[in-house]
């Protein structure tokens, strides 16, 4: 899917009210809800659910639209837009870690996390 569809769809979920058939680009209405109800709960199983799926099936549904390049791409330009807005950078989250690890005053296990959070950014503990 093209970066301009994506906006679009971005732009269409924005305004749930206004979704219609042929807004929606190739995407259908309970994609849409999956969609919209994902970025409000972060749970792809109550999402699938809320978007018209059974309770039986709504775990293996949701794992599967996650999994589709459509929706990853409109869930990843809503999160960007999100922290966007709201100022929040990997800048600004690892200046925050950095504060805590340097901090004298801090308990040790949060300086542990903290220095533990910083080495998994730097992907100081992969394999090769």
């Given amino acids: ?18 979704i219609t058939r042929k807004n929606s680009l ?5 994609r849409e ?5 994902y970025l409000e709960t972060g749970n792809a199983t ?4 809320s978007a018209g799926y059974s309770q039986k099936s709504a775990a293996a549904a949701g794992s599967r639209l996650l ?3 459509e929706v990853k791409a409109v ?12 100022g929040i950078t990997d800048t600004y989250v690892l200046e925050g870690i950095r504060a805590i690890a340097e901090n ?9 996390r903290a220095y533990e959070l910083l080495g998994k950014h730097l992907r100081l503990w992969t394999q090769l």
């Fill in 46 to 49: 109550k999402s699938a659910i």
């Fill in 67 to 69: 999994k589709k390049d």
């Fill in 75 to 86: 869930i990843d330009a809503e999160l960007l837009r999100r922290a966007e807005m709201s």
């Fill in 26 to 30: 190739n995407t259908s209405p309970r």
């Fill in 104 to 112: 004298p005053d801090a308990k040790d296990a949060d300086k542990l």
């Fill in 1 to 18: 899917m093209s970066t301009a569809h994506s906006q679009d769809l971005v732009r269409i979920l924005r305004s749930p009210s206004h």
């Fill in 33 to 37: 809800t999956f969609i919209r109800r």
